[in-house]
């Protein structure tokens, strides 16, 4: 890893500090190290079911017009719902739009173990909010977009099929 100066004001004293030191002199590939290092000394789930406790959908705006819009947030430290605010604002009152954050990134939170893992307690959210009768569409950005699995692949996990891959 290269030798980063501190800049001034920041504190090296936190991961926090260390990643965003990275990221403000333009050292990207050191902050995604120093995280990739760190995820290794977190616990990790490998199916939703070891979970205490779920992410939720957070939803952002109403609408009456489906199919309802279910956002899922890229796989970063600095990830979040905030990623979605602006798309959100723009269909207010036309659509539903909701966001699932990645599990991890928060004190107590494991992370999941590969992108399966991830991927199926995604959508298995998705489904307990989307039931039967809803329809929705899933949207992503960066990682978030290419991570999605095929509705085939959800039928795999018990979750029902709805529309075609």
């Given at each position: 890893m290269?030798?980063?100066p ?10 926090a ?77 036309l ?46 950005a960066?990682a ?7 509705p085939?692949t ?8 709805r529309?075609?891959?």
């Amino acid at each position: 890893m290269a030798e980063i100066p501190p800049a001034a004001g920041t504190s090296l004293d936190s991961l926090a500090g260390m990643y965003r030191q990275a990221s403000d002199v333009g050292s990207f590939d050191a902050a995604a190290e120093l995280l990739m290092a760190a995820s290794l000394a977190r616990p990790t789930f490998s199916d939703p079911a070891q979970l205490a406790k779920r992410p939720a959908l957070v939803p952002f705006v109403r609408g009456p017009q489906g199919p309802a819009v279910v956002c899922l947030t890229s796989i970063s430290a600095l990830a979040g719902p905030h990623q979605y605010f602006r798309f959100a604002s723009a269909l207010r009152d036309l659509r539903d739009v909701s966001v699932l954050t990645a599990p991890g990134y928060v004190d107590g939170e494991p992370l999941a173990e590969d992108l399966d893992a991830l991927a199926r307690l995604q959508a298995e959210a998705i489904v307990a909010e989307y039931p039967q009768s809803g329809s929705f569409v899933v949207a992503g950005a960066s990682a978030a977009g290419s991570r999605t699995p095929p509705p085939r692949t959800w039928s795999g996990w018990g979750c029902a099929r709805r529309g075609s891959s």
